[in-house]
């Protein structure tokens, strides 16, 4: 996910595999949530068989601070926690 937001766009599979205990239908429903918000854009790949990137929009790209500070925060937490 770190991947992600660092490059700004990843496919469905990419995202999957950077977040395996998340089920699909989880993960569909918040990338839907997502794009609905504005902080994600769905771009469909051309071709067979059909594959979706996922790309940060500049709202997107706006939260990355938020988000890397969570991401310290649980971290950190995680590891104190043992």
């Known amino acids: 996910m770190r991947e992600f937001l660092r490059r700004g766009q990843a496919t469905y599979s ?5 977040l395996p205990t998340l ?15 504005g902080v ?9 068989p059909p594959r979706v990137r ?14 890397r500070s969570m991401w310290e925060w649980g971290t950190a937490r995680r590891d104190a926690l043992g």
């Open 40 to 48: 994600i854009e769905r771009h469909r790949i051309p071709g067979w």
């Open 54 to 67: 996922y790309i940060l929009t500049n709202q997107g790209r706006a939260l990355e601070p938020v988000v």
């Open 14 to 18: 990419e995202l999957s595999a950077a």
């Open 23 to 37: 089920s699909d239908k989880v993960l569909s429903d918040r990338l839907a949530q997502l794009t609905g918000a």
